[in-house]
């Protein structure tokens, strides 16, 4: 049974940071690619970052550069996404996905084939 389970969530003020972990089970990590998704009150959800399995290749929403880090540590089986100088419109529920095609470069939900149950982040201004 597969298993990705996020945490690393919770409340921070506007310009502070957050690290989102991601533990993945019952599937052989090292070959997927994985992304992170979230999705905000009354909103789709939306392509946050992703990672290629090798950890070589990465990719992220634009609006996100600078700001967010995606990485892995398959010895882990773990994926992580640094989030900096946090601000109020990233307040959502950040999800994790695994993609076992392993490019990491899919943006849409359809290109995923697990996904965790998500970990909430709040920004106040």
């Known amino acids: 049974q597969v298993q990705l389970v996020e945490s690393g969530g919770g409340l921070v003020q506007a310009g502070g940071s957050l690290r989102l972990s991601c533990v993945a089970s019952g599937l052989p990590f090292s070959n997927y690619a994985m992304g992170w998704f979230r999705q905000a009150p009354g909103k789709e959800r939306d392509f946050v970052a992703a990672i290629s399995w090798t950890g070589l290749s990465t990719y992220y929403a634009d609006s996100l550069k600078g700001r967010f880090t995606i990485s892995r540590d398959n010895a882990k089986n773990t994926v992580y996404l640094q989030m900096n100088n946090l601000k109020p419109e990233d307040t959502a529920v950040y999800y994790c996905?695994?993609?076992?095609?392993?490019?990491?470069?899919?943006?849409?939900?359809?290109?995923?084939?697990?996904w965790g149950q998500g970990t909430q982040v709040t920004v106040s201004s």
């Open positions: 996905a695994a993609d076992k095609t392993g490019y990491g470069s899919g943006r849409a939900e359809w290109q995923y084939d697990y």
